[in-house]
């Protein structure tokens, strides 16, 4: 495989799938969406990088570069180049307040209800809900021991307490007192009762509520997202809501400068105030 291979997939990736003429409304493109071929893209680099770290499969370089070497001198490839697939940075949708509370009111179960807040209160990931085990809930100090987060790593994080009201009255009415299992969020009804929910039942208990909330759209990450970006507008400190997300880096919780608009309006307008203070006796002086 050689680069010519590469440019050449990437090419057929973006050719028209169902006539030049019919394009996507968001980008106006007629190929596959941006994301879609860097992921691919992503896969076939991973699978060279694995063959050549192996040493025995004859492969001793990956052909498919990260990026394109930058204009300025001494640019090294991969770093600060120039990417193969340009992915438009979108700004994830936040829920309203009165959406959280429409979503909230049609969940049936107090099991459910403890889910959802610990994403739109807690923060938590989808697979961080799944997998919180009993003795990771302290009820006492209000904190959650997340121990399987994202990249393996383990944080505490402390959540509301209504989500613990909530998780309060599913294991003393809910769950099956005969469930084996450790994981705090089981399945209560059908042949799998107290075995661990999946992921698939998550999202049908969410796409549900939804549905009787009436709202376009409401997933978990859109829950997480909405934490986050209320908790930014109250003032929360970007590097306190870096270790509340579990992000390894802080460049990934800068998204939620662009999402707090209320925030960043306050800050503008402290600052044109401060500005304007300065501009006015200026301005007096030169008129007299």
Not at 230 to 244: D, F, K, N, T, V
């Amino acid at each position: 495989m050689t680069a010519a291979d590469v440019f050449g997939f990437l090419a057929a990736q973006r050719a028209p799938r169902h006539g030049s003429r019919v394009v996507r409304l968001d980008d106006g493109e007629a190929g596959l969406a941006a994301r879609t071929i860097a992921r691919r893209l992503s896969s076939v680099r991973g699978l060279y990088a694995y063959l050549c770290a192996r040493d025995d499969t004859g492969v001793r370089r990956n052909p498919v570069p990260a990026s394109l070497a930058a204009r300025r001198p001494g640019a090294r490839r991969g770093r600060g180049g120039v990417p193969l697939i340009r992915t438009p940075r979108t700004l994830p949708r936040v829920l309203a307040p009165a959406e959280v509370d429409a979503l909230r009111a049609a969940l049936r179960t107090h099991r459910d209800r403890a889910m959802v807040d610990a994403m739109v209160l807690g923060g938590l990931r989808r697979c961080e809900v799944l997998g919180l085990r009993l003795e990771d809930v302290n009820a006492g100090e209000r904190r959650l021991f997340v121990a399987e987060g994202k990249g393996g790593r383990q944080r505490i994080v402390p959540v509301s307490a209504r989500f613990f009201a909530a998780v309060g009255a599913y294991l003393e009415s809910e769950r099956p007192a005969g469930s084996a299992t450790r994981q705090v969020f089981v399945v209560l009804k059908g042949r799998r009762r107290g075995e661990p929910l999946s992921a698939a039942g998550l999202d049908e208990i969410l796409d549900g509520a939804r549905a009787r909330a009436g709202l376009e759209r409401a997933t978990c990450h859109q829950l997480r997202h909405t934490c986050f970006t209320r908790l930014r507008e109250a003032g929360m400190a970007l590097e306190a809501i870096q270790a509340q997300a579990g992000h390894a880096s802080i460049e990934s919780t800068r998204l939620y400068l662009h999402l707090a608009s209320d925030w960043l309006e306050k800050e503008y307008l402290r600052a044109a105030e401060a500005i304007e203070a300065q501009v006015a006796p200026v301005a007096q002086t030169a008129l007299r």
